[in-house]
């Protein structure tokens, strides 16, 4: 597995598909990969000739306070995990070539980026979408996968390669739980034994949302709120119902698709999960 670490060596590397027009497919990912990772990177090894996958924890994406020091970080372990699922290089590109200090550049997604994780996470959607822009560039793929689980970062993503023409395909993914229900996350390794068990209570929520809202906005809301305001160790940062497509807060009873999602710290670790209702 070759990992490459510019952008100039990514095109050393790419160039004999990009001369055969070979399918490229691109997995951005910030390391520390679990399953729901790899289920991106087989997808995308079953369809594409050539998979790419970017490890790189963009700093432009941390708030301050946020846990971008802590971050866990293991790029050996990344790989040795990646060759088995398929994928065929690694792009780990060096902080300081790929996030220069003086660039002055920003993508910014009008609207969806506002709401939910926008809010609690202000600039958050800006580094997202910078960077993700910058990694299609670099790597130029056809199709690119994201994960479920991040459902606004996905919409996000979607509308902003749909407004610059750059002439991707988006393709998102289920998310990948635990047998316990709690969504795969990176952020899982900081949890304690006791908040482990706590975690679960996040995917609950939505699971009530889901089985008890008979196609009210507003009733799957209070079952969200109402499970999650009794689960111990949970502090609820936002929940809501939407409409998946504009992203736009749902109310009350509607027979369009509808989707739920809830961000919850457990002690100072900070859990988002998401379902289709
Ligand atoms: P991250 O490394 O957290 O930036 O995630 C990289 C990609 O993996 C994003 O598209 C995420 O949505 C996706 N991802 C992370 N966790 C999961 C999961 N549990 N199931 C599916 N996709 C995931």
Same mark, same amino acid.
């Given at each position: 597995? %070759?990992?490459?670490?510019? &952008? =100039?060596?990514?095109?050393?590397? !790419?160039?004999? #598909?990009? *001369?055969? +027009?070979?399918?490229? $497919? ?77 660039? %002055?550049?920003?993508?910014? &997604? =009008?609207?969806?980026?506002?709401? !939910?994780?926008? #809010?609690? *996470?202000? +600039?958050?959607?800006? $580094? ?150």
């Amino acid at each position: 597995m %070759r990992v490459l670490r510019s &952008v =100039a060596e990514l095109d050393d590397a !790419l160039g004999p #598909a990009r *001369r055969r +027009g070979d399918l490229v $497919g691109l997995v951005p990912t910030m390391g520390a990969l679990h399953d729901g990772h790899l289920s991106l990177v087989r997808r995308s090894a079953a369809r594409a000739a050539v998979t790419v996958v970017s490890v790189f924890v963009n700093p432009l994406q941390f708030g301050p306070g946020e846990d971008f020091d802590a971050y866990p970080r293991d790029l050996d372990r990344d790989v040795a995990l990646l060759a088995p699922a398929g994928a065929d290089l690694v792009f780990a590109p060096a902080a300081a070539a790929f996030t220069p200090p003086g660039a %002055r550049t920003t993508v910014h &997604v =009008a609207g969806v980026t506002e709401r !939910l994780e926008g #809010a609690s *996470r202000p +600039g958050h959607f800006d $580094g997202v979408a910078t960077i993700v822009a910058k990694l299609l560039l670099a790597v130029r793929p056809r199709v690119a996968f994201f994960g479920e689980k991040d459902y606004q970062q996905l919409v996000v993503v979607r509308t902003m390669v749909a407004d610059l023409g750059l002439g991707v395909e988006v393709v998102g993914c289920p998310v990948v739980r635990e047998p316990d229900g709690l969504a795969m996350s990176s952020r899982n390794a900081y949890l304690s034994a006791e908040q482990r068990r706590q975690a679960p209570a996040l995917h609950r929520a939505l699971v009530a949302a889901a089985a008890g809202w008979g196609g009210d906005a507003d009733r799957a809301r209070a079952l969200l709120a109402g499970s999650l305001a009794g689960a111990p160790g949970i502090r609820v940062d936002n929940a809501e119902v939407v409409d998946p497509g504009p992203f736009e807060r749902l109310e009350g009873p509607g027979d369009g698709p509808a989707r739920a999602l809830g961000a919850a710290y457990v002690g100072a670790t900070r859990l988002i999960d998401t379902l289709a209702l």
